[in-house]
Structure formats: structure tokens, C-alpha cells
């Protein structure tokens, strides 16, 4: 396995880190105290190509491979989480599904606007009684002069309720097949009557993302709103989770990369007892710690992104990935908390919100012990 990067892949690694540093790094904490969704943001990550970069260049996207993408998560999760997911949760999550089994029209109609970001696209499979246990969809559509009427309720769903969401794709139960219920994808456009977001909640991080509960009360879409064969929806959002967690490991490696740069460039000016703090072997041995940690859970995650892209089953490196990953971050930015003594307590000083936007990384797109229970089945438990 090759993991040199091609030059274009530099290319696009040095593009986001600067974009990051320039655009992300100066407003995120103002982003973040003002829980405020970074439009001024997702315009220019669009127009810089940021927001489909996995997605065919003739639907506007950038037609590059998993390992790209991971690289520009990387640098994005690096300086903010909440800039980094509001992109990750709109490419791998929503707009995915339409890419990978969207008819023609369907891609016609969706990508090139969800590719240029002047549109988000989420994804809506958690339910209040679905969320680890994703098949247990209460969500309902059901056939009635063409139109599929959809009733139920969606919760946690990223993206779903800011000015410029255009659609989410949801799991729903469709009807019986063989005695057992059969779960379908449909898409549904924002503003359809019935389809309503409700407020965001209010979260421990990630607070400039959006996050919202929704509701489906007769909410009506056209038939050909199906998305993909009628009865593999919860198999084919399973394959979207499963590529989902390179994306969310890659979020691990960055925000713990970031956490340990700035742990390490405070450790160097920080002077007590007269010299750096960097200077005393207890901080030094946090910070070699972590940093052959990262290099370690980067390659692993850049392994699940090149299997991926080699057409390989990358199921288990992507769990293993992302539970590493996970911990890694919380772990990371828990130490560099440390390394910052009360300064890292106080939120002008970004590993503060750096802690707090780790731990959801143990929890979504499949807890860490759904990844346990992955990992364990792909080694034949
Ligand atoms: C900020 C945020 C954004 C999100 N964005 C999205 C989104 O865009 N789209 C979407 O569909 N979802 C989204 N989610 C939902 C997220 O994926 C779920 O919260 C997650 O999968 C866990 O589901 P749950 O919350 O229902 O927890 P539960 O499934 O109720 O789990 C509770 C606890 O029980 C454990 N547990 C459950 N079953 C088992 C078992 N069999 N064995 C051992 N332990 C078990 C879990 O690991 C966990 O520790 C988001 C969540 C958050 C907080």
C-alpha cells in the first residue's frame, strides 16, 4: 500500500490548510460563543471546490478519491470542528446517497447545486427509537395516488434546518416484503408541506453546525422520489455509514493534530520555574505521546480511505479507524487542556472548544461500541 501523496493531492492538502488557517481560524471561536451556522463559509468552501470533492466533475464535484477528501477534513477538523462536519456530514452523508444511487433526473436536479454548496444536503436515519439499532425505523411512507405520504419523526439530523438545506434522504418503512418490514430511501425538498425542522438543539460542541429534530406529518412527495430499489434502504444507508467513518476518523486525526499544535506551540512560550513548560519531560511526554499517536491513527485511517479506493472491503479498517480515532480525540484535546493549565479552561483559547467538540466523535455516525461490535463480527465473533 502507497501512501505517498500524488502532487495534486498536496495540492488540494496545502489549499484547505491555508484556507483553514486564513478563512475558519479567525472567526471559529466568535462562530462558536454566537452558535451561529458559517455561511459567509460554506460559500467559499464552495466556490473553492470544497464541497464535492468526491462527486463526478461533470455534476460540478471534484472527482477525486477518498484519500483527498480525508486530507481536506483533516485540515478543516484541524481549526474547527463545526466548519468541518457542516462539510463532511453534507458530502459523505447527504449528498453520497444521490451520487451513488440517485436516478439521472435525480442527479440532475440535486448534484451540481449540492456540489457548489449553494445547497446542503443531510441525512436523516436516526430516529428517537432508532439510533444504534438504525432498523428499528418507525418513520412510515406508504403509496397513495402516485405520491408517497410520509409520517414520522427524524432526530439529530446535521444540516436540516439552515437557510440554504435543500433536501434530506431518509430511511422509511415502505411496506411488508416475506414477512418482514421493508425500508426504503426517499428524497424530500426542504419547504414540502408536512416535512418541518424543528429548532436546534443546543449541544456540548460543534455549536456553529446545524443540528435539528424533524417531523413528517402526511408530508407528500412525488413517486419518483424513491431513492434507489425500493427495499434496500437500510442496506444501502448501512454502506453509506460504512464510508461515513473514514470521513469521521479523518475528523479524529485532524481536530487531535490541531489539538496537539497548539498544546505545543503554548508549551514553548509558556515559561514557569523559569524556563518553557516544553522544556519539563512530563509535558514532553505528553506531547511525543500524542504525536506518534496521530501518525499511527492517520495512517490507519488513510489505509481505510485506500482500500476504499481500490475497491477493497474496507468495513473493518474504516471501524477500526473510527474508534481509534474517537478516543484519540477526545484523549488529545483532553491533554492539551492540560498542557494549557487554566488558560485551556477559558474558550479564548481554542483547545477549550477543541475538548468540548471531541467527545461527539465516540458517538456519531455509530458509537464506539457499535464500531466494537463491527470489528468483532468482521474478525468472526
Ligand atoms: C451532533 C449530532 C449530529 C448527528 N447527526 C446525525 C445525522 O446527520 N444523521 C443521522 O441520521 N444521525 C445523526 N446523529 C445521530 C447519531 O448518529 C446517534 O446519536 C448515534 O448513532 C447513537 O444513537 P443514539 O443517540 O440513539 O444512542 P443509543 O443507540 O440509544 O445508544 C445509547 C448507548 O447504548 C449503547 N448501545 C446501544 N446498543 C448497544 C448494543 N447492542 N451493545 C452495546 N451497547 C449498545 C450505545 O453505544 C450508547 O453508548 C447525530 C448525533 C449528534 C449528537
Known sequence: MNFELS????????TVRDFARQEVAPVAEELDREKRFPYEIVAKMGAL????????????????????????VEELARVDSSVCI??????????????????????????????SGRRLASFGLTEPEAGSDAGNVRTTARLEDGEWVINGAKQFITNSGTDISGCVSITAVTGE?????????LIVATGTPGYEAGEPYRKMGWNASDTRPLTFEDCRVAESNLLGRRGDGFKNFLHILDGGRIGVAAMGVGLAQGALDEALAYAKERVAFGQPISKYQA????????????EAARLLTWRAALE???????????AQAKLLTGRLAVRATEEAVQIHGGYGYIEEYPVCRFYRDAKILTIGEGTDEVQQMVIARQLGC
Not at 453534507?90 to 449540492?114: A, C, F, K, N, V
Open 86 to 115: 457542516t462539510m463532511a456530514a453534507h458530502t459523505s452523508l447527504g449528498t453520497m446517497p444521490i451520487h451513488l444511487w440517485g436516478s439521472d433526473e435525480q442527479r440532475q436536479e440535486w448534484l451540481p447545486e449540492l456540489c
Open 7 to 14: 502532487d495534486e493531492q498536496r495540492l488540494l492538502r496545502e
Open 177 to 185: 416484503a416475506d414477512g418482514r418490514r421493508e425500508i426504503s430511501n
Open 308 to 318: 476504499k479506493d481500490a475497491g477493497e472491503s474496507f468495513t473493518l479498517t474504516a
Open 283 to 294: 509535558i514532553q511526554a505528553k506531547i511525543a505521546d500524542l504525536s506518534a499517536q496521530i
Open 49 to 72: 471546490g470544497l464541497m464535492g470533492i468526491p462527486f463526478p466533475q461533470d455534476y460540478g464535484g471534484g472527482g477525486a478519491d477518498t484519500l483527498s477528501y480525508v486530507l481536506a
